[in-house]
């Protein structure tokens, strides 16, 4: 099954990616997705743009060169409680939400408190759609507990292609073997991410298929499969 859209893509905004959203956009083309979806780092991210970068991606048109461009953001879970750094008012404005600990943005602490902050996090944000790489063992959590509650909360888990091969999170692998596995259990929806900071990477998303199709997970659940699939899942969060 061929993956048409690719969410997690990093422009120069975020202070430490490269390319723009045209680049973005013709790799799309080179590659043949349906879909992009913009996410910059949240501006606590240290060298991420202003929030006014965030806010108004309405100038951007919905369909750029024949591929829909969704505007989005990373934003930075902040702390135990589930503290976003992206006001509502911007959230209700955006086509979707992802949200990740940053070991920029807030210290990890004990399996504990990091599970703690990934639930609370699904708990009290409603308009948060994707959670980011939780497989980084450099915040450890409980994965069982996480999935179990991503499911109860409704958002989609990213298996992010790019911590497979990055040294800031390294180890990833097998603890994202394991949240697929759980994910198929627990009847949750995946998403696979590139997490671009370059645009050649765009859509290089064949590691964390591999793994999403090795837990049996199947494609009802997977949100890279159909551009309308996964549009209609973010409306549902929305209404
Ligand atoms: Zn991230
Ligand atoms: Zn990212």
């Not at 409680?81 to 992802?98: A, C, K, P, T, W």
């Not at 708990?123 to 980011?132: A, R, S, T």
């Not at 990477?201 to 090795?214: C, F, K, R, S, Y």
Request: proline share 3%.
């Amino acid at each position: 099954m061929k993956y048409v859209l690719d969410v997690h893509v990093h422009t120069v905004s975020s202070g430490h990616a490269y390319s723009t959203v045209m680049d973005y956009v013709r790799e799309a083309q080179l590659k043949g997705l349906e879909m992009i979806g913009l996410s910059d780092h949240g501006p606590e991210m240290p060298g991420a743009s202003h929030i006014f970068h965030i806010g108004n991606q309405r100038v951007i048109p919905s369909i750029v060169d024949g591929i829909r461009v969704l505007k989005g953001v990373e934003a930075n879970i902040m702390d135990i409680n589930g503290r976003i750094d992206i006001h509502q008012r911007y959230l209700e404005e955006l086509d979707f939400v992802i949200a990740s600990i940053h070991d920029a943005c807030v210290q990890p602490g004990t399996m504990v408190e990091n599970t703690k902050m990934m639930i609370e996090t699904m708990k009290n944000q409603p308009l948060v759609d994707i959670i980011g790489h939780a497989g980084n063992p450099k915040v450890e959590i409980d994965l069982k507990e996480f999935v179990l509650a991503a499911g109860e909360y409704n958002k989609i888990i990213e298996i992010n292609n790019s911590s497979f091969t990055s040294i800031s999170r390294k180890g990833s692998t097998s603890r994202c073997a394991e949240i697929a596995r759980y994910a198929k259990e627990f009847g949750v929806k995946v998403i696979a991410g590139s997490d671009s900071h370059f645009h050649t990477t765009l859509g290089v998303l064949d590691t964390a298929q591999a793994m999403i199709e090795d837990a049996g997970i199947t494609d009802d659940y997977v949100m890279n499969i159909s551009v309308d699939q996964f549009l209609a899942d973010l409306r549902a969060r929305r209404k």
